[in-house]
T-cell receptor, first 110, second 109 residues
């Protein structure tokens, strides 16, 4: 069953904790992306990776980190330096121009 | 001016109506445009890609107006199930996909 999976679906974090969001795809896509969506707003790009072992900062990378050790996986760590981390986090992958999204992780900081 | 702008709505229409959304973009060099559909608390799903002047898929038609720098999405014979938020997305000069804030559509019986 091909697709993009994200886990967990819901995540609660205490202030000061780092958390890692998982994103896996078995579509053999080279490019992967992380976006953040806040209520009533569009998606904002956090980090992206065009190939394994390489990634670039997006528009709002501060307080986040990523790795791309495998083609299938692109985990996102939300660090304690991120001032306002409560949001809906979406991972996407792309074979070219069109991007396809995973189901998202809803992060809440308590 | 934002790179991609949409009327947030909401658009409230009766079943069977025709509704159109516009999305303006600031980068005149943009070549690739997309419409996504997003249901409440779900991920965006790709609805249509627009690479030339337009694209049609059943009740949905997307058009591109390069001179005025906007893309439109027309939905004919609206169904209750069309209720969702519609996001447009445009590639900018840096190769990043920029999303509008979305237009909310509510189709009523």
């Amino acid at each position: 069953d091909g697709g993009i999976t994200q886990s967990p679906k819901y995540l609660f974090r205490k202030e000061g904790q780092n958390v890692t969001l998982s994103c896996e795809q078995n579509l053999n896509h080279d490019a992967m992306y992380w976006y953040r969506q806040d209520p009533g707003q569009g998606l904002r790009l956090i980090y992206y990776s065009q190939i394994v072992n390489d990634f670039q900062k997006g528009d709002i990378a501060e307080g986040y980190s990523v790795s791309r050790e495998k083609k299938e996986s692109f985990p996102l760590t939300v660090t304690s330096a991120q001032k306002n981390p409560t949001a809906f986090y979406l991972c996407a992958s792309s074979p070219g121009l069109e991007q396809f999204f995973g189901p998202g992780t809803r992060l809440t900081v308590l | 001016r934002k790179e991609v702008e949409q009327d947030p709505g909401p658009f409230n229409v009766p079943e069977g109506a025709t509704v159109a959304f516009n999305c303006t973009y600031s980068n005149s060099a943009s070549q690739s445009f997309f419409w996504y559909r997003q249901d409440c608390r779900k991920e965006p799903k790709l609805l249509m890609s627009v690479y030339s002047s337009g694209n049609e898929d059943g009740r949905f038609t997307a058009q591109l107006n390069r001179a005025s720098q906007y893309i439109s999405l027309l939905i004919r014979d609206s169904k209750l199930s069309d209720s969702a938020t519609y996001l447009c997305a445009v590639y900018n000069q840096g190769g990043k996909l920029i999303f509008g804030q979305g237009t909310e559509l509510s189709v009523k019986p």
